[in-house]
């Protein structure tokens, strides 16, 4: 198991940027692969990105390539996710997930989850 902790939200107007983390407990983050994902208000959990266990590969829901970036720090436990040019609809809870398995998009592979940070973008 893997406690996951995220921070960096906030209100952000229109074409702004923001920077989440999630910051991971225990020694073995580097056997994770981490993810992003959001849910806005009466919508499903959708996937952001996700990067693999050393940081080599990355993937990214089509709506956001371009302007999201995943990162990952296996050294201070941290996985980041740096959003510019936001937009309204970016408004959401932003959750951070771990899963032992590799990369994924789905919601179903992933058993450990952060509590959630919200990012309202303002038009």
């Known amino acids: 198991q893997v406690q996951l902790v995220e921070s960096g939200g906030g209100l952000v107007q229109a074409g702004g940027s923001l920077r989440l983390s999630c910051a991971a407990s225990?020694?073995?983050?580097?056997?994770?692969?981490m993810a992003w994902f959001r849910q806005a208000p009466g919508k499903e959990r959708e996937f952001v990105a996700a990067?693999?266990?050393?940081?080599?590969?990355?993937d990214y829901e089509d709506s956001m390539k371009g302007r999201f970036t995943i990162s990952r720090d296996n050294g201070k436990n941290t996985v980041y996710l740096q959003m510019n040019s936001l937009k309204p609809e970016d408004t959401a809870v932003y959750y951070c997930?771990?899963?032992?398995?590799?990369?994924?998009?789905?919601?179903?592979?992933?058993?450990?989850w952060g509590q959630g940070t919200q990012v309202t973008v303002s038009s």
């Open positions: 997930a771990a899963n032992l398995f590799g990369l994924s998009r789905a919601v179903a592979a992933f058993g450990n």
């Open positions: 225990g020694r073995t983050f580097s056997s994770y692969a």
């Open positions: 990067i693999n266990r050393n940081g080599g590969r990355t």
